[in-house]
C-alpha cells in the first residue's frame, strides 16, 4: 500500500481561471472570488483587466 506524505496547505499549484496561468502556492498579487461555491483564482493582469466587472459583483456595504 502506498502511501502519500500531504503536502503543506497552500502548496498547491493554482491555475487563474481568466488566461490559464499557472502558479506555485497562493501569489500574493492574485484574487479568490466564489462563484456557484466554488473558489476561482485569477491572476494580477486578469484582475486589474476586469477590476470594473469585479467591483460591480460587490454588495454597497464594501464600497
Known amino acids: 500500500m502506498d502511501q502519500q506524505t500531504p503536502e503543506p496547505a497552500g502548496a498547491e499549484n493554482l491555475v487563474c481561471s481568466g488566461c490559464g496561468t499557472v ?3 497562493t ?8 462563484e456557484n461555491g466554488e ?3 485569477f491572476c494580477d493582469t ?7 466587472a469585479i467591483e460591480g459583483r460587490l454588495d454597497s456595504a464594501w464600497w
Open 23 to 25: 502558479a506555485e502556492g
Open 46 to 52: 486578469c484582475a486589474r483587466e476586469n477590476l470594473r
Open 39 to 41: 473558489r476561482r483564482y
Open 27 to 34: 501569489p500574493p498579487t492574485w484574487i479568490c472570488s466564489v
